[in-house]
T-cell receptor, first 112, second 116 residues
């Protein structure tokens, strides 16, 4: 069965640079969620989209923005990167809000 | 506010032992959903089970079983006859049924090590 696809899988950036993470949800899933997981921590919700509209917002820094496109894929844009942004970023998708969220493999971001 | 507590930070067992991972949750909503996810050393988050607040039936799937008790706000996970491949961090999570986005709130996770 098709799973959530995230790209890139690994990313190394310098401080103050910009990064773009991409997420391709499971086909027919209309809701996308982004989570950030720091080393040794639990995943923290950042933002979500339902039918291409932002549906909820968590502890996402103002330096980050995201959107969901007409084909339902989503991108998380991160600017002015800081050392503390180094983390594993997960995208998850579901068919309808409130249904089971299936996670992608994650993008491991390292900021030097 | 919703909250999930996994009091066991780390558990170590020997293969074939049974092990129970505890999860206690807090929510003001009457409609909510509980989840367990497994995160092996490779890093991905693997969905194990979803349970809604109106269904207190216990569930068994192979060596895995879940005990949901609303009276104690607990959703515990038991692995029977543990295997080395069960070594992972296990997260319990909660989402509230408000319509729109239902973000997941995770517990801190329990790291399970199964030794041969």
């Amino acid at each position: 069965a098709a799973g959530v696809i995230q790209s890139p899988r690994h990313l190394i950036k310098e401080k103050r640079e910009t990064a773009t993470l991409k997420c391709y949800p499971i086909p027919r899933h209309d809701t996308v969620y982004w989570y950030q997981q720091g080393p040794g921590q639990d995943p923290q919700f950042l933002i979500s989209f339902y039918e291409k509209m932002q549906s909820d917002k968590g502890s996402i820094p103002d330096r980050f923005s995201a959107q969901q496109f007409s084909d339902y894929h989503s991108e998380l844009n991160m600017s002015s990167l800081e050392l503390g942004d180094s983390a594993l970023y997960f995208c998850a998708s579901s068919f309808g809000a409130g249904e089971t969220q299936y996670f992608g493999p994650g993008t491991r971001l390292l900021v030097l | 506010a919703q909250k999930v507590t996994q009091a066991q930070t780390e558990i170590s067992v020997v293969e074939k032992e049974d092990v129970t991972l505890d999860c206690v949750y807090e929510t003001r909503d009457t409609t909510y959903y509980l989840f367990w996810y497994k995160q092996p050393p490779s890093g991905e988050l693997v969905f194990l089970i979803r349970r809604n607040s109106f269904d207190e039936q216990n569930e068994i799937s192979g060596r895995y079983s879940w005990n949901f008790q609303k009276s104690t706000s607990s959703f515990n996970f038991t692995i029977t006859a543990s295997q080395v491949v069960d070594s992972a961090v296990y997260f319990c999570a909660l989402s509230e049924g408000r319509g729109g986005s239902e973000k997941l709130v995770f517990g801190k996770g329990t790291k399970l090590t199964v030794n041969p």
